[in-house]
């Protein structure tokens, strides 16, 4: 069965701190991993990534994909209280060609 | 604001009966996608249109159907209601017309069925 893991579930930092944040796949037909930002509502895309080793960098967020050991980590450097969402981490693949979220970690930053 | 309209926000409803989601997305954009997040599944894709065909299907219940009008506007159909249908239920739309591109988010509608 396809699956997407993220962890941790749940962290919380101090401003200023460094994340990552992990993402692990076991997709067959695997052609990309998404992340996206939820904050009260609806998600926000940030990255697509489709191959390995390449950093995909958004001012203090950087994401990159490792296809052989199956996983990618979102890193934020320098957090911010306005960091504090739900990051989701999704995988388009499987055999019908679909589009497969992981559970989400809950980041939290405190001032 | 993304630019994708979700009505209405809430929506009440009793067990067994239907209700009708309706999704505007952005201007230009030609993909519709839908999509439930509850507690217990998370955020789980059902189904994608592209200018008006089906384009891909993920978790989607046969009480579920959708379809996407030639203005491009979507409406997803939940049929026979029960109370594990309650969720947040978001539309999103993009240009292409592929799974893993950019996609924007609409508020969400908030189903909850007592």
């Known amino acids: 069965e396809d699956k997407v893991v993220q962890s941790p579930l749940s962290l919380v930092v101090h401003e200023g701190d460094t994340v990552t944040l992990n993402c692990s796949y076991e997709?067959?037909?695997?052609?990309?991993l998404l992340w996206y930002k939820q904050e009260k509502k609806a998600p926000t895309f940030l990255f697509m990534l489709t191959s390995s080793g390449i950093e995909k960098k958004s001012g203090r967020l950087s994401s990159i994909l490792d296809k052989k050991e199956l996983f990618s980590i979102l890193n934020i450097t320098a957090t911010q209280t306005g960091d504090s969402a739900i990051y989701l981490c999704a995988v388009v693949g499987g055999a019908t060609n679909k589009l497969i979220f992981g559970t989400g970690t809950l980041l939290a930053v405190q001032p | 604001d993304s630019g994708v309209t979700q009505t209405p926000k809430h929506l009440i409803t009793a067990t067994g009966q239907r209700v009708t989601l309706r999704c505007s997305p952005r201007?230009?954009?030609?993909?519709v996608y839908w999509y439930q997040q509850s507690l217990d599944q998370g955020l789980q894709f059902l189904i994608q249109?592209?200018?008006?065909?089906?384009?891909a299907k993920g978790n989607i219940l046969e009480r579920f159907s959708a379809q996407q009008f030639p203005d491009l506007h979507s409406e997803l159909n939940l049929s026979s209601l029960e109370l594990g249908d309650s969720a947040l239920y978001f539309c999103?739309?993009?240009?292409?017309?592929?799974?893993?591109?950019?996609?924007?988010f609409g508020q969400g509608t908030r189903l909850t069925v007592v």
């Open positions: 249109y592209y200018n008006g065909e089906e384009r």
């Open positions: 999103a739309s993009s240009v292409l017309s592929t799974l893993d591109t950019e996609a924007f």
């Open positions: 201007s230009g954009d030609l993909s």
């Open positions: 997709v067959t037909n695997f052609r990309s």
